[in-house]
């Protein structure tokens, strides 16, 4: 089975919106995970990190080009994270990962401290 599975990607228009899914399952699960975030890689660039949460609580981090437009939660009861996006930009627009680890090491939104990935969902927001 999967671990991560993502989904809620799509075409939308400069200031649209989007929440993206990220279902989690067995080593993923909340209780056997310390970090969940949310990455994106558009082409030609490196992934990078764009909100990210410890999945026992408290306040979520999130990278300065967010700007308020997005927010990163957890459904505990279904091992879900959402990343709800706002007032989305052309620049927005790239692969968006969602991660997880059991232990974080790092900085919670640098990708290389993340064990398991998703497939990625695709988000294009045009002008």
């Known amino acids: 089975r999967v671990p991560l599975v993502e989904s809620g990607g799509g075409s939308v228009q400069t200031g649209g919106s989007l929440t993206l899914s990220c279902a989690a399952s067995?080593?993923?699960?909340?209780?056997?995970?310390?970090?969940m975030g949310w990455f994106r890689q558009a082409p030609g660039k490196e992934r990078e990190g764009v909100a990210a949460?410890?999945?026992?609580?408290?306040?979520?981090y999130y990278a300065n080009f967010v700007e308020g437009r997005f927010r990163i939660s957890q459904d505990n009861a279904k091992d879900i994270v959402y990343l709800q996006m706002n007032s989305l930009k052309p620049e927005d627009t790239a692969m968006y990962y969602c991660?997880?680890?059991?232990?974080?090491?790092?900085?919670?939104?640098?990708?290389?401290?993340?064990?398991?990935w998703g497939q990625g969902t695709q988000v294009t927001v045009s002008s």
């Open positions: 067995g080593n993923t699960s909340r209780s056997r995970t310390n970090c």
């Open positions: 949460l410890y999945t026992g609580g408290g306040d979520p």
């Open positions: 991660a997880a680890v059991e232990v974080i090491t790092g900085s919670l939104l640098a990708p290389g401290v993340y064990g398991y």
